[in-house]
T-cell receptor, first 114, second 114 residues
Framework: DGGITQSPKYLFRKEGQNVTLSCEQN?????MYWYRQDPGQGLRLIYY???????QKGDIAEGYSVSREKKESFPLTVTSAQKNPTAFYLC?????????????FGEGSRLTVL | AQSVTQLGSHVSVSEGALVLLRCNYS??????LFWYVQYPNQGLQLLLK??????LVKGINGFEAEFKKSETSFHLTKPSAHMSDAAEYFC????????????FGQGTELSVKP
């Protein structure tokens, strides 16, 4: 079955360390997104990519970095510059040509900074 | 700029009672509107979407929502709550040709009492 796979599901990190969250999709979608979820704040867009080798900052990109070398993959690196990285991170994708922009989500990765 | 407001961060209903989750949007152009459901530590799943066809939209699990332009609302309803409906619900808006850049509300946690 097609879908979006995020790994790891749970991740613990010490302060000052960079971590990379994986996101892979086999839906053949062109666009991919990273959202951050905090209690009571909904989802906030970190980065998005509408095509390979191109990506754009979202609303809260500071302290994060991404790459899009393959259509299927959109990894997110949480750098030591991110001041409050503990959160639930969601990867999503959408079809090219879908004007409404329906998002398909992965199961999420929970990052805890110790 | 568009925005989404969900009235009530927590809603509690009895099993078998009506479920009503409120969503109001702000947009200068006709929007696309979505309701997503999230179970604990999981990703978001699409319940239903409005894409300028019928104003009454039926979704999965017996949910439906009505687009009311005059009230800028897209409230989610279900005639009879089931214990399995307990989850967090998110309303989201996107604009034509900004596909995928959904703006999410803060979420409403639904509790169902036996």
């Amino acid at each position: 079955d097609g879908g979006i796979t995020q790994s790891p599901k749970y991740l613990f990190r010490k302060e000052g360390q960079n971590v990379t969250l994986s996101c892979e999709q086999n839906l053949n979608h062109d666009a991919m997104y990273w959202y951050r979820q905090d209690p009571g704040q909904g989802l906030r867009l970190i980065y998005y990519s509408q095509i390979v080798n191109d990506f754009q900052k979202g609303d809260i990109a500071e302290g994060y970095s991404v790459s899009r070398e393959k259509k299927e993959s959109f990894p997110l690196t949480v750098t030591s510059a991110q001041k409050n990285p503990t959160a639930f991170y969601l990867c999503a994708s959408s079809r090219r040509g879908d004007r409404a922009g329906e998002l398909f989500f992965g199961e999420g990765s929970r990052l805890t900074v110790l | 700029a568009q925005s989404v407001t969900q009235l009530g961060s927590h809603v509690s209903v009895s099993e078998g009672a009506l479920v009503l989750l409120r969503c109001n949007y702000s947009s200068s152009v006709p929007p696309y509107l979505f309701w997503y459901v999230q179970y604990p530590n999981q990703g978001l799943q699409l319940l239903l979407k409005y894409t300028s066809a019928a104003t009454l939209v039926k979704g999965i699990n017996g949910f439906e929502a009505e687009f009311k332009k005059s009230e800028t609302s897209f409230h989610l309803t279900k005639p009879s709550a089931h214990m399995s409906d307990a989850a967090e619900y998110f309303c989201a808006v996107s604009l034509y040709n900004q596909g995928g850049k959904l703006i999410f509300g803060q979420g409403t946690e639904l509790s169902v009492k036996p």
